[in-house]
């Protein structure tokens, strides 16, 4: 069981860095080449969100034990102003960064498990790859 491991968000540099990071911890989890890139593509998404919308948060990767699974938890937080509208933001092809707005519709097909919790106090998106 691996220890868990922390990304702190700052730039676009540190994007790079957690993709990375979580890709090699995806590996070492022992989780397919697909569900490595999913866990990966990921990351990428939510952490350019965080930088984008927040300025500053982390990622937070877990190795899970559970009922008799295995998987990687993927926690992404940040202290920005919340997703004003996130019922909007769950649709594809919703922006408001002139972005194709395929995001966290994205992020929540790729992954097995996906939650948001949002206030004017910041961004929790938990997400879960389970191994197959």
């Not at 890709?23 to 990351?43: D, N």
């Not at 939510?46 to 930088?51: C, P, R, S």
């Not at 300025?55 to 990767?61: K, T």
């Not at 926690?75 to 997703?83: K, L, Q």
Request: with cysteine; glycine share 10%; charged share 20%.
């Amino acid at each position: 069981m691996r220890e868990n491991e922390c990304y702190h968000l700052r730039g676009e540099t540190d994007i790079a860095t957690a993709v990375m990071g979580s890709y090699i911890y995806a590996r070492s989890c022992g989780l397919a080449q697909q569900q490595i890139s999913e866990v990966a593509t990921t990351v990428s998404e939510l952490a350019t969100n965080v930088i984008k919308y927040a300025f500053s948060g982390e990622v937070w990767i877990e190795h899970l034990f559970q009922s008799g699974r295995e998987g990687i938890k993927l926690t992404i937080i940040d202290r920005g102003p919340g997703i004003a509208d996130l019922q909007s933001a769950l649709q594809e092809h919703f922006s408001t960064g002139q972005s194709l707005g395929l995001g966290l519709p994205g992020v929540q097909r790729l992954m097995d498990e996906f939650a948001v919790e949002t206030s004017t106090e910041g961004t929790r998106v938990t997400v879960i790859k389970w191994r197959s």
